[in-house]
């Protein structure tokens, strides 16, 4: 489906697909807003005026600083956790023939097919019916469940373009198993790998669902947001929090984006 | 020196036999032609020379040294791919010079012995491009260039003309020619175009369902094809019915017969027989006949002095016994 390039769209499709954007991108544009308003109790609008303080007073709060350090250190291990798990997933199925090849691949999509609800509710029995006590790690646990379906469909579609007969010209010329993949194997999936740990790392980052389950005491970042909304008091400051949501989870997406996009360009300047 | 030893070899995929009880000796500095149609197992005894494939059963001797269970990058062979298998990533220099990259030869000292095989493969000043900036001879080129900068005492090509066109094919084929001559390396190359084989190699293994059914030197191959197989899938010989052989005074087994050796009429010492011409074409410096004469259809290759037969007539055709050859590889 490709529209010519001379005939400009009906006016009515015109109109309907500018509110379709402002439908979703308006609301963003209003926490914005907020996070500069001087009323603290409720969203009024317009705003009775607008001034910076809330971003100082965000500054001092502690436990805005606990949960965000809690969310970046929960994102960072689950992506590494993934890199690595979802690398040799990706390299043991595209790089042989084995029986059930298919199912392990399916059961490793899986997770982020399920409902969140459902992968956590699940990993909570399991925690408790192993008396695994909630912590730190069973979040990271959780994120990872996901976050290796990420890193994995990177990789092997990437895989599957370093074609074996590379990986033997490699060993042919008298590389081992390692420099083979430090040489032959890493340069050529290395972006996918950064595109997959980013994305896990802004899934992992804004996830609300399975930590629901899978925390204890600690608060991850859109948690605290969660508690947050309920209070009446210092308001903008949640807004303030969300601004730098999506700063830290929109960059990454952007930047996976556009490294996938030039590796394709890279693979299709090899034909 | 015996370069590349089979005894008793075969590699089996579950219940495909892929190569069947292979024996094979190449000498060292021989240039020596796997021919065969796909399937016929002759790039798995490649793989099985590389080190890619394990045997199922026999043994390997690779310059006197047991080849079974030594990794393809212990082994002092290299292989030219039959898609090349250029790193799309390196530029053709740091193709060229992998092998000695992780073999952990200094940086200058391995561009310089790239640049210099570069310039043994006619591509001096290729170094910066990419592979995909290269058309297909150029990177079978590089190819070539990546195998020989590391000296291997075997160098094993997988049908490594398939992809060029016929002009491009043919020159390359004397280049090959040249280069295994100058260095004087062991060439295992696989084909199944005979005419490849033919013209190349030393001598000549035809494989079929994973056995050799013939080795022997391009001319007996071509001669003297041992079995129906070889004799159809090299050069295309007549082959004669047991019944026929025998009614002419030969041994009551196959035999074949090169459509050059027989000839119009009937001569001195020569054995003839008669049959009806079923169809002719004239070819400028000869005329092929094809010939029906008692069940058998007989192509000939006649001197276009000789005249053309027109079809349908009955003619009278010759050849010298010596010419005839039975097939020991049939019954």
Redesign the interface.
């Known amino acids: 489906m490709r529209s010519d390039r001379n005939t400009a769209a009906p006016l009515g499709l015109k109109i309907a697909a500018g509110c379709g954007l402002l439908f979703m991108h308006l609301p963003i544009l209003l926490i914005f807003l907020y996070a500069f308003t001087t009323e603290e109790k409720s969203y009024q609008f317009p705003p009775p005026g607008l001034t910076l303080k809330w971003f100082a007073v965000t500054w001092d709060r502690p436990d805005v600083w606990a949960a965000l350090g809690l969310s970046v250190r929960v994102a960072a291990i689950s992506t590494v956790i993934a890199l690595v798990l979802g690398t040799l997933c990706a390299a043991a199925v595209s790089g042989s023939r084995f029986f059930g090849r298919e199912t392990i691949s399916l059961l490793v999509i899986l997770p982020i097919a399920l409902p969140g609800i459902i992968t956590g509710i699940a990993l909570r029995s399991a925690f408790s019916f192993a008396e695994i006590p909630f912590s730190f790690w069973t979040i990271i646990l959780g994120h990872a469940t996901f976050c290796v379906v990420v890193v994995y469909n990177n990789a092997v579609a990437r895989f599957r373009r370093v074609s074996g007969s590379l990986v033997e010209a490699s060993m042919d010329l008298g590389a081992d198993g390692f420099q083979t993949f430090r040489y032959v194997i890493l340069p050529n999936i290395g972006t996918a790998l950064l595109a997959g740990g980013m994305l896990a790392f802004a899934l992992s980052f804004d996830e609300v669902i399975v930590t629901t389950f899978t925390a204890g005491q600690q608060q991850t970042l859109p948690i605290w947001m969660l508690e947050e909304l309920v209070r009446p008091r210092q308001r903008p400051v949640t807004n303030v929090v969300a601004m730098v949501v999506v700063l830290v989870t929109f960059l990454p997406i952007l930047g996976a984006y556009y490294l996938t996009r030039d590796g394709d360009q890279v693979a299709g300047g090899g034909k | 020196m015996t370069a590349v030893l089979f005894q008793q070899v075969s590699r089996h995929f579950g219940a495909v036999r892929a190569v069947d009880d292979v024996d094979l000796a190449i000498a060292e500095g021989e240039f020596f032609a796997m021919l065969g149609p796909s399937g016929s197992g002759k790039t798995t005894c490649l793989r099985l020379m590389?080190?890619?494939e394990q045997p199922t059963a026999g043994h390997i001797e690779i310059f006197g040294e047991t080849a079974e269970g030594v990794?393809?990058?212990r082994r002092n062979?290299?292989?030219v791919?039959q898609?090349y298998?250029?790193?799309?990533?390196l530029s053709i220099l740091e193709n060229v010079a992998?092998?000695l990259?992780?073999?952990g030869v200094a940086r200058a000292e391995r561009l310089k012995a790239a640049e210099e095989a570069l310039a043994m493969v006619k591509l001096p000043g290729y170094g910066a491009r990419?592979?995909?900036q290269l058309s297909g001879g150029q990177r079978q080129r590089v190819a070539l260039a990546?195998?020989l900068v590391?000296r291997p005492r075997v160098l094993l090509l997988d049908e490594p003309l398939g992809a060029l066109d016929l002009k491009l094919r043919e020159q390359m084929q004397e280049e090959l020619k040249s280069l295994q001559k100058s260095l004087g390396i062991t060439f295992v190359f696989v084909t199944h175009d005979q005419g490849e084989a033919l013209s190349m190699a030393d001598r000549i293994a035809v494989f079929n369902d994973g056995k050799i059914q013939q080795l022997g030197t391009p001319e007996e191959v071509y001669k003297r094809p041992k079995t129906r197989f070889v004799a159809d899938f090299v050069g295309s010989s007549n082959v004669l019915t047991p019944d026929f052989a025998a009614s002419l005074g030969f041994p009551r087994t196959y035999a074949s017969l090169r459509p050059e050796a027989i000839a119009l009429g009937d001569g001195p010492g020569r054995k003839r027989f008669t049959g009806t011409v079923a169809a002719a074409s004239f070819l400028g410096a000869a005329t092929r006949v094809t010939v029906e004469a008692a069940g058998n259809r007989i192509a000939a290759m006649l001197p276009a002095a000789a005249g053309v037969p027109a079809p349908g007539e009955a003619v009278t055709l010759s050849f010298l016994p010596e010419d005839l050859h039975p097939m020991d590889g049939e019954q």
Not at chain 2, 85 to 89: D, E, I, N, T, V
């Open positions: 590389a080190g890619f990794p393809p990058y062979v290299n292989t791919f898609d298998a250029l790193f799309p990533h992998y092998g990259m992780v073999k990419r592979p995909g990546r195998a590391n």
